[in-house]
């Protein structure tokens, strides 16, 4: 369900000569640079990047930082990087930046799958020569902290589901809601980073039953800070990643004055995924669509990097 596609009669020589004719040109052809990355799948833009390597001798994600700026440079650069790189990139820049980014933290770990978060932490020693975990622990604190080490091991069972503990973890959860001890706190973070997503749906409907309340509400009602905010996201991923992503990109563009990082790493990461169900989820939830609201705040060639990611029909213009 992603909106970019690998590209039939695809020809990575082809793609690194007509990208490096507008990368060395007086002034950088970025139409071509568009047209060309936006318009092939993850797998063929790195083996466009190594036809570039043998025919400039150069790296194609180094010319495109030396040769673009601002938020236009960061789509095209990201869209370079495998996506556990990616993932590992924007983690490294969000715990080592001049502040914390806390959203973009929550954001990564509370929607990928135990696969994604361990190829994302082996991307991150790679890269980075050091332990995602241990960075985590060092860059965030309390009960955030904690949720966030629970959800970077990893560890969610998998298909796994038991209607008799359901009941019981419901309870558990409403306790901790109630009650908001720090051994409450534990418990309920447990819950939500352990168990299986079948076993979870089972646990939201139960908590309805036995507090006559939505889960999300209850915890928006007894929790607040960033704390709050994680346990939020993973409950609506857990639900509906899709709606989930939309909501996010609609804060970013309409709370946020249009928050770029934002926009930018939900397009890039979801692209292949899920991106055309984000879409559609957006237009149903806020009545423009995603295309719309991105031509309306974004300008030139990032805006049209954007919206070649983003893909539209015709009823979206």
């Known amino acids: 369900q992603g909106t970019i596609l690998p590209a039939p009669n695809f020809n990575p020589i082809m793609d690194a000569q007509l990208l490096g004719g507008a990368l060395q040109g007086i002034c950088c052809e970025k139409d071509v640079l568009i047209e ?20 400039y001798g150069r790296d194609l994600m180094i010319d495109l930082k030396e040769n673009l700026s601002h938020h236009f440079k960061e789509v095209m650069v990201g869209l370079m990087y495998p996506p556990a ?30 696969m994604e978060i361990f190829q994302m932490k082996e991307a991150y020693l790679m890269q980075y ?14 009960h955030f902290r904690d949720t966030l080490m629970n959800l970077a091991q990893g560890t969610r069972m998998e298909g796994y589901a038991d209607p008799s503990t359901a009941a019981q973890d419901a309870m558990i959860l409403w306790e901790a809601c109630q ?63 899709p709606s989930y992503f939309a909501y996010r990109l609609y804060n970013a563009i309409h709370d946020f004055g249009f ?44 805006e049209s990097a954007l919206l070649a990611i983003c893909a539209g029909d015709t009823e979206d213009y």
């Open 179 to 241: 009650q908001k001890t720090g051994e409450h706190k534990n418990m309920l973070q447990m819950i939500l980073c352990n168990r299986s997503q079948q076993q979870l749906w089972m646990v939201f409907q139960e908590f309805q039953n036995i507090s006559g309340q939505d889960i999300v509400d209850a915890i928006n009602e007894c929790y607040d800070g960033y704390f709050q905010e994680l346990l939020v996201a993973i409950v609506l991923c857990i639900r509906d990643k």
């Open 36 to 55: 060309i990355l936006t318009q092939r799948c993850n797998s063929q833009r790195l083996m466009i990047a190594e036809a570039y390597r043998d025919m």
């Open 259 to 302: 928050h770029n990082k934002t926009v930018i790493r939900i397009l890039i990461a979801r692209s292949e995924i899920d991106l055309m169900n984000i879409r559609q989820r957006y237009k149903e939830r806020y009545g423009k669509s995603l295309f719309h609201d991105i031509k309306h705040f974004a300008s030139g060639h990032y």
């Open 129 to 142: 020569n050091s332990d995602l975990q241990q960075d985590i622990d060092s860059e965030t604190s309390g």
């Open 85 to 114: 790189s990616y993932d590992a990139h924007e983690l490294w820049h969000a715990l080592k930046g001049v502040d914390t980014e806390e959203k973009c933290l929550i954001d990564i770990l509370a929607s990928r799958s135990n």
